[in-house]
């Protein structure tokens, strides 16, 4: 096992485990994260081979690259020290590349001037290579981590490592920019944010080839996420006008084509998620969705509030044939609980997912009444992240569940049912003043 210097993104730090420990897991790679500290952007892994580290860096959106580790210091002379101890044998593998230095200073930086110096002074590495500033062979990077004290500009790090680049992350190479919603062409009020949607395919396991369904599609935020994996999305959502766009150059499919990956995307479908029309054994691999409390959009399935009125309409015929036979018949709706849709959704998950497939899906909770029984629960579905994005009364959680055999002793149990909470939208809109028991 070799040491590889993980540097972080200050971004979600709660989902930085998670992001990577799901990686390494959907491409069997061993990788203990135990020691991972959320307040710090720095951090040593122990993998097999930089082909290891490059597969688990990647995607990552909440990293910014991995570094074989070739020594650290709390001083500059402490990191030279420490580089002709541990790294002298792989002077010689190296000795002929091209190679340039690269400097990431976490709050703080030094002048251009030091920057050269700095690398000067590793002249004893007695490299033979051509420095090369736009395709090198290798990358040496020096990573220095800064104290701030008070509004004084920090000078000297407090910390000091020297790594080669094995591999940027996705966020790095610009997939952040890429995403952005701002450009995006088709967007509404539901769409969920670039950044989380990423984040939730990688936690997901989203994968080539794989079939990712989000059932409350809504503009489709999650499908382009998991395309841009190489998963197969497929969507479904009870509104047609959220499907459907506005124009051919401003709905789901012109974003796919924007992204360029038009050649993932299965199809959408208009479907009240609580009528599943899904063949039984049609395989999901994954799914990753963000499903509707009322905030944005409204929770209704397919039905009539007044059954007893609806029965009298079933009569109704337009040009000979029955109203509600006709294509155009649009069927009613009526409300629905939230806590009986979370019901659904896993029943679904834990029907249709093969075994070890993920369900990632978000959920707000009230700040001041969370409790973590309300967390849904499934016998055959274990529950292995609830990662809070916190508000300011409120939080949305990413839930991530692992479809078991039967021989998963797992508890089924609604605490949003047990405890009466009330519907997220009702607090919501209610400024949390009121407490839902
Ligand atoms: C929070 S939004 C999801 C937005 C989506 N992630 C996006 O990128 O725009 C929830 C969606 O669920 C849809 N919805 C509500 N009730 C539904 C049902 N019974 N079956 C399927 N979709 C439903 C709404 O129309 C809405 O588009």
Redo the contacts with the bound molecule.
């Keep these: 096992m070799k040491d590889y210097l993980i540097y972080f993104a200050q971004a979600y730090p709660n989902f930085r485990r998670p992001e990577l420990e799901s990686l390494a897991d959907l491409y069997n790679i061993p990788l203990d994260l135990s020691h991972h500290d959320e307040s710090n952007p720095f951090l040593i892994v122990q993998l097999e081979n930089d082909d290891q580290a490059r597969k688990i860096m990647e995607r990552s959106v909440l990293s910014k690259g991995i570094y074989e580790l070739w020594g650290h210091g709390k001083t500059v002379e402490e990191l030279q020290e420490n580089v002709k101890q541990i790294s002298s044998d792989k002077f010689e593998i190296f000795k002929e590349n091209s190679f340039r230095f690269n400097f990431i200073g976490y709050k703080g930086s030094r002048s251009n001037r030091q920057k050269v110096k700095l690398i000067e002074s590793f002249s004893f590495m007695a490299f033979t290579g051509h420095v090369s500033m736009n395709n090198p062979d290798e990358i040496y990077t020096i990573l220095e981590e800064y104290e701030v004290t008070g509004s004084e500009k920090a000078t000297t790090p407090i910390n000091l490592w020297l790594g080669r680049q094995i591999q940027l992350s996705a966020r790095t190479e610009n997939i952040l920019d890429k995403y952005d919603l701002r450009t995006r062409k088709y967007i509404?009020t539901?769409?969920?944010d670039a950044e989380l949607s990423l984040v939730s395919c990688n936690i997901g396991q989203v994968a080539p080839g794989k079939i990712t369904y989000?059932?409350?599609?809504?503009?489709?935020?999650?499908l382009v996420a998991a395309a841009n994996y190489g998963g197969l999305p497929m969507g479904?959502?009870?509104?047609v006008r959220?499907l459907k766009g506005k124009s051919d150059d401003c709905n789901i499919q012109a974003n796919f084509k924007q992204y360029n990956t038009s050649l993932y995307f299965i199809d959408i479908m208009t479907?009240?998620?609580?009528n599943n029309a899904l063949r039984s054994d049609f395989v999901i691999d994954t799914i990753v969705?963000?499903?509707?409390?009322g905030i944005?959009?409204?929770?209704?399935?397919c039905g009539a509030k007044n059954a007893e009125k609806a029965a009298g309409r079933e009569h109704v015929v337009i040009d000979g044939e029955k109203a509600h036979l006709r294509r155009d018949f649009i069927p009613p709706k009526k409300p629905?609980e939230l806590a009986n849709?979370l019901d659904d959704l896993l029943t679904f998950a834990a029907d249709r997912l093969p075994l070890d497939g993920r369900l990632a899906f978000w959920m707000p909770t009230a700040n001041d009444d969370f409790e973590i029984n309300q967390i849904p629960q499934h016998k055959n579905l274990q529950l292995i992240y609830n990662l809070e994005q916190e508000f300011n009364k409120w939080s949305r959680r990413l839930l991530v569940y692992v479809k078991r055999d039967e021989s998963y002793a797992g508890e089924t149990s609604n605490g949003l049912k047990a405890h009466h909470i009330k519907n997220f939208r009702e607090r919501y809109f209610n400024g949390f003043n009121e407490k839902s028991r």
């Design positions: 509404g539901t769409s969920f989000d059932p409350f599609a809504g503009t489709g935020s999650f479904s959502d009870i509104d959220m479907m009240d998620f609580t969705c963000d499903p509707p409390y944005r959009e409204g929770l209704r399935v629905y849709l």
